[in-house]
């Protein structure tokens, strides 16, 4: 693989990156053979031309022989391309492709050592010459082409060596009805394509965490809804704001996230009436647990997604995880359950979620949290406080449900 810096190089110079007009899309083949491999792809396909939506430009996405082409169809520009394509799931690299028209051996040799020159500006380097030829009746077999294209290339550029083994630049050339050139290949962010994976539905409150649990489960092919419990006045329209500025951001990796929004406060309070204000967190996380659970069935989800991870506050011991697990019959998949902060934050300033998730706005109020909330939860303590709640909580969570707003992020 060619050092990035150099495709940056290129991609700055308007003139040079006109010279890209496609894209080939490599991704990893492994789990995806037989029945598997053309949903795999299809879906893939889908991905990418639901993140190419947003780029200036028209685009054909499609495959031939078993490979995933992206072809320009009008200027575009490049770097846009490529970052939205680094953020489809599946895609294990993006390899830049130079088309030239079929116009004689001579001159197919003088556009592969004028694309050298644009692509590689520094060329003490070593190359090896990989071709193939999809269209059987080109008058050089590959190892014809690779031989005298290496010869023609040598010749202009003295400076480079062949190396047959570990080459500085692998140069490919495809011949097709058109020739393909192409020797860099930019690194995709792997996993599967959303949609091969089912779906899940995301408790995604504005805190750094669960957007990053949101990303993980994604990137495994599982297709996100999202649920996020406001409980205005004691949390801000901004707060809402920033889960939605949070949904958006997932939506540039997930496609679509559809939002539900529950107004919690009428619930908060009434737990806050009728229980121990140390049980307040594990008792409201149940109720938030029960409701995702029901929009989780209503949509197709089959499993719910959190941010927890271990230790990390009172409501996430291993006691507390038992006492939230219980109430729900899906799986719960927890993705970070064994990463510190530090580790989450990574990943968080890696995807680009960070900055949201560190903007001051409160996702909960302070009256709701406890100042010595119980880390060891006793469940029959537990559920015999919350028969406190018999009276009203039915018709409370009845009206939540019913209440609740869908945002559409994308
Ligand atoms: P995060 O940083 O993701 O907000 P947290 O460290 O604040 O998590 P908790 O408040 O205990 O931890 O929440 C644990 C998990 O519960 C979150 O990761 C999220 O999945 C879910 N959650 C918490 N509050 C909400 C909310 N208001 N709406 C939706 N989900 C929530
Ligand atoms: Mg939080």
């Known amino acids: 693989m060619i050092p990035r810096g150099n495709l940056r190089a290129v991609s700055h110079e308007k003139k040079e990156v006109a010279m890209f007009t496609a894209f080939l899309i490599k991704y990893a083949e492994i789990g995806i053979k037989g029945k598997n491999r053309f949903l795999f792809e299809d879906a893939l396909i889908q991905q990418i031309k639901y993140a190419l939506k947003k ?58 050592v004028s694309y050298i020159a644009q692509v590689y500006p520094e060329r003490n380097k070593t190359f090896k010459v990989h071709a193939r030829r999809a269209r059987k009746n080109y008058p050089k077999d590959s190892m014809g082409i690779n031989t005298e294209m290496g010869e023609a290339i040598l010749k202009a550029y003295p400076e480079m ?33 959303v949609g091969t994976g089912g779906k ?56 679509p996230v559809y939002l539900h929004v529950i107004n919690f406060t009428d619930i908060q309070l009434y737990i806050y009436e009728k229980c121990p204000h140390e049980e307040l967190t594990i008792i409201m996380r149940r109720y938030m647990m029960r409701i995702a659970e029901q929009i989780a069935e209503e949509t197709q989800c089959l499993g719910l997604v959190t941010g927890e991870s271990i230790g990390q506050v009172a409501s996430q011991t291993m006691n507390s995880l038992l006492a939230t697990n219980e109430v729900c019959g899906l799986p719960v998949y927890r993705p970070l359950i064994g990463f510190d902060k530090q580790e989450i ?66």
């Open 161 to 193: 060596k062949v190396d047959v083994h570990q080459p500085d630049i692998l140069l490919n050339i495809e011949v097709r009805e058109k020739i393909y050139i192409y020797s860099e290949m930019i690194p995709g962010p792997g996993g599967m394509p």
């Open 55 to 112: 780029c200036e430009g028209e685009f054909s996405v499609h495959k031939t022989q078993g490979r995933i082409f992206v072809e320009a169809q009008t200027e575009f520009d490049f770097d846009q391309v490529t970052g939205r394509l680094r953020r489809v799931f599946g895609i294990s690299g993006i390899c830049p492709v130079v088309y030239v028209e079929d116009e004689g051996f001579d001159k197919l040799c003088h556009r592969v």
């Open 345 to 410: 934050i990574e990943v968080s300033e890696k995807i680009g979620t960070y900055e949201t998730s560190i903007q001051p706005f409160e996702d909960c109020c302070t009256i709701f949290v406890a100042k010595h909330p119980v880390t060891k939860p006793n469940l029959n303590v537990i559920r015999r406080h919350e028969h406190n709640l018999d009276e009203r909580i039915d018709e409370l969570m009845e009206n939540a449900l019913k209440t609740k707003e869908l945002i559409v992020a994308e």
């Open 200 to 255: 899940a539905m995301l408790l995604l409150s504005g805190g750094i965490d669960s957007p990053v649990a949101g990303y993980m489960i994604a990137k495994r092919g599982v297709k996100i809804d999202a649920v996020y419990f406001h409980a205005p006045p004691y949390t801000s329209e901004r707060a809402k704001q920033k889960v939605m500025d949070l949904a958006r951001l997932l939506a540039g990796y997930a496609g």
